[in-house]
């Protein structure tokens, strides 16, 4: 078990650039999940995958972020046209499907800063 | 709909002392409720849960927490606070059903142990 692993941890963009995350969760998990963390704040839910099916997207995640979980292994999270406001923490995390009692295995975060 | 308010963003303690993290949540079914502890620049990783059963859960680093229904609460104590604590607290809540999964998080409380 090596444990949810992101990439890249630290990426610095200008505005109107598009990044990508990637998200590998542990191995033997078909739950997927997107969180975004701001200073002060706790994780925000943005989107949901069961293999490779994204089951749920929140208000939070407009049009210009997209993510996808292709093979029901790892997952890619795209933010295009970037602002300043999605300067943030993104967190991804895992669950299994045998323990349904929604405990999430969190990466160590993938922090964005857009100037 | 759930939500979840932790009283207050900082709490300093003695070491030695008695932890008290205070957790009230809102939720329409009957809810899970988790606390994750996340130190500095690593991922959230998970401290004690209360799914059914037993009120009183029991987590890691000798943390507990009792569910108390009547009082929607799920305070996180420790009987003597130690350094490593040093960290931040996030509770949160869910409640599993087919397609869901999604946690539902407190702003977080810091706790800082004083030596």
């Known amino acids: 078990d090596t444990g949810v692993s992101q990439n890249p941890r630290h990426k610095i963009t200008k505005r109107g650039q598009n990044v990508t995350f990637r998200c590998d969760p542990i191995?033997?998990?078909?739950?997927l999940y997107w969180y975004r963390q701001t200073l002060g704040q706790g994780p925000e839910f943005l989107t949901y995958?069961?293999?490779?099916?994204?089951?749920?997207k929140s208000r939070l995640l407009s049009d210009r972020f997209s993510a996808e979980r292709p093979k029901g292994s790892f997952s890619t999270l795209e933010i295009q046209r970037t602002e300043q406001g999605d300067s943030a923490m993104y967190l991804c995390?895992?669950?299994?499907?045998?323990?349904?009692?929604?405990?999430?295995?969190f990466g160590e975060g993938s922090r964005l800063t857009v100037l | 709909a759930q939500s979840v308010t932790q009283l207050g963003s900082h709490v300093s303690v003695s070491e030695g002392a008695l932890v008290l993290l205070r957790c009230n949540y809102s939720?329409?079914?009957?809810?899970?409720l988790f606390w994750y502890v996340q130190y500095p620049n690593q991922g959230l990783q998970l401290l004690l849960k209360?799914?059914?059963?037993?009120?009183l859960v029991k987590g890691i680093n000798g943390f507990e927490a009792e569910f108390k229904k009547s009082e929607t609460s799920f305070h996180l104590t420790k009987p003597s606070a130690h350094m490593s604590d040093a960290a931040e607290y996030f509770c949160?809540?869910?409640?599993?059903?087919?397609?869901?999964?999604?946690?539902?998080f407190g702003d977080g409380t810091t706790l800082t142990v004083k030596p």
């Open positions: 209360y799914t059914t059963g037993a009120t």
């Open positions: 191995s033997e998990h078909n739950r």
């Open positions: 939720s329409s079914v009957p809810p899970y």
């Open positions: 995958f069961q293999n490779e099916a994204q089951l749920e």
């Open positions: 995390a895992s669950s299994p499907r045998t323990a349904n009692t929604g405990e999430l295995f």
């Open positions: 949160a809540v869910t409640r599993e059903n087919t397609n869901a999964g999604k946690s539902t």
